[in-house]
């Protein structure tokens, strides 16, 4: 974990922070989303600091990332969940992305969501997620990032949009 912050440790988890880049849908100028196609302009980059927060409002979607880089060997995987102060706002932090594969290493995405009644405000560096990781009984036989596999978002360091279009390829 990069950077590692001994303070963030937690009894059986580390928190990780959120970043300053999002994605977010350009409904203006996109109606649809045919998952067989790129999507290319779908999204559009906000970047915010330590003065300007993310207004997360209700039933909205937002890609974001962790500040720290999290990675793991072929024989871990890890977890990623929501804080649960968040969760009592409403705040999701992931849809199902929540799964750190062995061998990879990235700015982990999140998935945002506001599930809740009113707008959230989300801050640059303000604790976000929680990691916890598991050993396997094995090293995997492909890990994450393997040629093999084609795998989409290896090594990520901020959030990218949906590459499921990519699976219609082969």
Not at 43 to 69: N, S, Y
Not at 145 to 154: D, E, I, N, T
Request: net charge neutral.
């Amino acid at each position: 974990i990069t950077p590692f912050m001994p303070e963030c440790i937690q009894p059986a988890s580390i928190d990780l922070h959120l970043d300053r880049t999002f994605l977010i849908f350009d409904t203006v100028n996109h109606h649809i989303i045919d998952v067989r196609e790129p999507v290319e302009g779908l999204m559009r980059k906000v970047v915010i600091d330590e003065a300007k927060p993310f207004i997360l409002h209700p039933g909205e979607f937002a890609l974001g990332a962790t500040l720290e880089e999290v990675g793991v060997g072929d024989d871990v995987v890890g977890r990623l969940e929501g804080k649960s102060s968040l969760g009592r706002l409403g705040i999701i932090i992931h849809a199902t992305a929540g799964y750190l594969d062995p061998g990879n290493k990235l700015n982990l995405t999140l998935e945002l969501s506001n599930i809740g009644s009113l707008p959230v405000k989300l801050y640059y560096k303000m604790p976000i997620a929680q990691m916890s990781f598991s050993p396997l009984s094995s090293v995997c036989e492909r890990p994450y990032g393997a040629k093999a596999l084609g795998s989409k978002y290896f090594g990520a360091k901020e959030p990218q949009a949906s590459q499921m279009w990519k699976n219609f390829k082969k």
